[in-house]
């Protein structure tokens, strides 16, 4: 089979992401961490959550799917880890916690935080329950699912602002802190 003709892409349009995700509340939804552990993302702290949803990491052990570079928004994951952690300070300074989620495995999440030294929460949508309950952009592959990036900036577990699409992975976490530090 081909994996070009395998390439499915559920569009939503940029005003749609944002019309159902703004001032949502977060539904009750209980993922689990690189350790396995359930974290709650429905949750009412006096910080602010960036939950940022990516597509998949790379692990040295495993080839990417065939043409995942031709995918649009597919690749960068790992340098958008890496910058999330790179700013970690600045954004706990902003008091907000970063939280990452993917389709991934909690198998390949943990080796990819253990590889990446991430010392936050990323999280395993690998059922989709997140990804359906807040109606998510995604593109599939030889039958897999993957999220299209995107983050979210939660407060008091009301969705604020909405980041789509993520044009550049360079400037993502610069243009996070920046809406922080105006609101």
């Given amino acids: 089979m081909d994996d070009t003709n395998s390439i499915k892409d559920q569009q939503i349009p940029e005003t749609a ?52 570079k031709k995918i649009p928004g597919a690749e960068g994951c790992t340098l958008e880890n890496c910058n999330f952690r790179d700013k970690y300070e600045n954004l706990i300074q902003l008091n907000s916690l970063p939280i990452g989620i993917s389709t991934q495995t909690v198998d390949d999440i943990k080796e990819m935080t253990n590889r990446l030294n991430i010392r936050y929460d990323i ?44 044009v550049s992975v360079n400037k993502h976490v610069e243009n996070i802190l920046k809406w922080l530090q105006e609101n």
């Avoid at 552990?37 to 597509?55: A, E, M, P, W």
Wanted: proline share 6%; with cysteine.
């Fill in 123 to 166: 999280l395993s949508d690998s059922d989709l329950i997140c990804a359906k309950k807040l109606s998510l952009p995604t593109f599939s592959i030889n039958n897999k699912t993957f999220l299209k990036r995107l983050t979210i900036i939660v407060e008091k577990n009301i969705i604020k602002k909405v980041f789509y699409p993520v």
């Fill in 17 to 68: 992401v944002y019309e159902h995700l703004l001032d949502m509340s977060l539904p009750s939804i209980s993922l689990p961490n690189q350790f396995g552990n359930l974290l709650q993302i429905n949750r009412k702290d006096t910080f602010r959550l960036v939950i940022y949803f990516f597509s998949m990491t790379g692990h040295p052990n495993k080839k990417l799917p065939q043409n995942w």
